[in-house]
């Protein structure tokens, strides 16, 4: 079975509006996520009841986690530098490849560009 990390973006947008495949993927228990997502989702304003939006998003399978050294690693392993991205998403994007079957799933362009590029960017179906 594969998985999807989905960012902060899908996120918000879901929250915003529905999205019909993230709910999907949800139920199926197919989506993956990240404590950085929680913490920018909680610095913004999730749906209410905030608090129990942030525990149930906490709640979901976690991706495996890069530590520093791993994910300055896959900086330079992956040429990840001058890229556009930082360091929140470089974190998420060193989760998916550490996560086993995963996909990362983004509105971002430069961080899915760099998902495309090393073979993790979920466009839609997964793997």
Same mark, same amino acid.
């Given at each position: 079975m594969s998985f999807v990390l989905?960012? *902060?973006?899908?996120?918000v947008q879901h929250f915003r509006k529905n999205n019909p495949l993230l709910e999907s993927l949800l139920i199926n228990d197919r989506i993956?996520?990240?404590? %950085?997502?929680?913490? &920018?989702?909680a610095c913004g304003s999730p749906p209410s009841p905030? =608090?129990?939006?942030? &525990?149930?998003? @906490? +709640? +979901?399978r976690q =991706?495996?986690?890069a530590g520093t050294e791993e994910t %300055?690693? !896959?900086? &330079? &392993?992956?040429?990840? !530098?001058?890229? @556009?991205?930082g360091a929140i998403d470089i974190s998420l994007l060193a989760a998916t490849l550490l996560s086993e079957n =995963?996909? %990362?799933? *983004?509105?971002?362009k430069k961080l899915g560009a760099l998902a495309t590029k090393l073979k993790v960017g979920f466009v839609g179906k997964p793997h």
């Open positions: 989905a960012d *902060t973006s899908i996120w993956i996520c990240h404590p %950085l997502v929680v913490l &920018e989702i905030r =608090a129990k939006t942030i &525990e149930q998003m @906490g +709640l +979901l =991706a495996v986690l %300055l690693y !896959f900086i &330079e &392993e992956y040429k990840l !530098f001058d890229s @556009g991205c =995963a996909q %990362l799933w *983004t509105l971002d």
